[in-house]
């Protein structure tokens, strides 16, 4: 389903001079596979992830999902990709302040041209515990209950790929396993590979697959 190959990234210095930040000779994710993506910070996770979701273009590599190479697609075409196959939970929600959450939630389907799903939109906020929350926007709700929002959103428009980055950081305790519960669930229904980026431990040691970025990135290791 995933199939990242020589995927190479560097950024410019202010001198000018280039810093490898990624050098992947391959990483793959099957369909209804699940793993947990460890390493330190700085290693890199975040820049694979944006790289896979086809929100940044590598400098060398190959990104295929689901049989299509995401490199060969201009920005357009990236974004309509990514609308119709990629689920991405972001460290920073990116919710609208003028939207509620069911309709924040409801805007994923919109950048795919689908017809609006209510049922599941509102089907997936109740069972992040949003149930009672449908009206409220982003201001209006705890920083838990928008990433909490943000899963929902990801989850939506039944995606081939899910990324999620560090899906937990903000949510507390008594819903941090509910959430993950409800990625893992609804990834394993309907056989999405699904790739969660995390710092945490008791996080990570409920995958049978984790991945340490530092193996499988030759800049990181070097």
């Known amino acids: 389903m995933l199939l990242v190959e ?3 990234k560097s950024f410019r210095l202010p001198d000018g001079e280039p810093l490898p930040i990624l050098n992947v000779p391959r990483f793959e994710v099957a369909a209804g596979e699940q793993l947990a993506l ?3 910070s700085g ?3 975040t820049t694979l992830l944006h790289i896979i979701a ?3 273009r590598p400098d060398a590599g190959r990104v295929q999902i689901n049989g299509t190479d995401i490199t060969q697609l201009n920005e357009v075409g990236r974004d309509m990709f990514r609308a119709n196959n990629i689920g991405y939970v972001f460290q920073t929600f990116n919710l609208l302040a ?6 924040n939630v409801l805007l994923g389907m919109s950048f795919c041209g689908r017809k609006p799903d ?3 939109a509102k089907h997936l906020l109740e069972r992040v515990g949003l149930g009672k929350r449908f009206d409220h926007k982003p201001a209006m709700l705890s920083v838990g209950e928008q990433q909490r929002t943000a899963v929902a959103r990801a989850l939506v428009n039944r995606p ?3 990324l999620a980055d560090e899906p937990t950081a903000s949510i507390d305790s008594r819903h941090q396993q509910q959430v993950l519960d409800l990625v893992r669930d609804t990834c394993r229904e309907e056989s999405v590979a699904l790739v969660v980026v995390t710092h945490a431990p008791e996080v990570s040691a409920q995958f049978t697959r984790v991945e340490r970025l530092e193996e499988i990135n030759k800049v990181a290791s070097s």
């Open 6 to 8: 020589n995927v190479q």
């Open 38 to 40: 460890v390493g330190g």
């Open 43 to 45: 290693s890199g996770k």
């Open 54 to 56: 086809g929100i940044s």
């Open 98 to 103: 003028g939207f509620s959450a069911l309709e």
């Open 118 to 120: 209510e049922a599941r």
């Open 160 to 162: 081939k790929v899910m």
